[in-house]
Nanobody, 123 residues
Framework: QVQLVESGGGLVQAGGSLRLSCVLSGRTFSSYCMAWFRQAPGKEREFVAAISWSGGNTYYADSVKGRFTISRNNAENTVYLQMNSLKPEDTAVYYC????????????????WGQGTQVTVSS
C-alpha cells in the first residue's frame, strides 16, 4: 500500500521561501509520477506542479511558474517543492499525489494522496 507523507509547511512572510518534501513508501518510488496540489480556504483544490518518473519533465501552474520548482530524488523516495518569492495568495494546504499511469494536471489522474501540509504566507 502506498503512503505519502508531506512535511516542510509553516508560516513565512511574503517574499520568503519554503521547501516541501513528500516521502513515498510501500512501493517503488520511481514507478510513479508525482505532483503537488493545493487547496486554499473556501476554494477548490488546484494543480501546482508535476514531475515525470525520471524527473526529466516538469509542469507548472501559471500562477507559480518561475517561483516554484518541483524535483525528485528517486534514491530517497522523495519529491520536493521549492517555493520562492511566496505571496499571501499561496496560502493553502499543499498535497502530494502519486500516479502510476501518467503525469498530468488533473486530480483524477492521481491514485494516492498525502494528508497535506499547511503553508501560510503573511503579508
Amino acid at each position: 500500500q502506498v503512503q505519502l507523507v508531506e512535511s516542510g509547511g509553516g508560516l513565512v512572510q511574503a517574499g520568503g521561501s519554503l521547501r516541501l518534501s513528500c516521502v513515498l513508501s510501500g512501493r517503488t518510488f520511481s514507478s510513479y509520477c508525482m505532483a503537488w496540489f493545493r487547496q486554499a480556504p473556501g476554494k477548490e483544490r488546484e494543480f501546482v506542479a508535476a514531475i515525470s518518473w525520471s524527473g526529466g519533465n516538469t509542469y507548472y501552474a501559471d500562477s507559480v511558474k518561475g517561483r516554484f520548482t518541483i524535483s525528485r530524488n528517486n534514491a530517497e523516495n522523495t519529491v520536493y517543492l521549492q517555493m520562492n518569492s511566496l505571496k499571501p495568495e499561496d496560502t493553502a494546504v499543499y498535497y502530494c499525489a502519486a500516479s502510476s499511469l501518467r503525469v498530468g494536471r488533473e486530480q483524477s489522474e492521481y491514485n494516492y494522496w498525502g494528508q497535506g501540509t499547511q503553508v501560510t504566507v503573511s503579508s
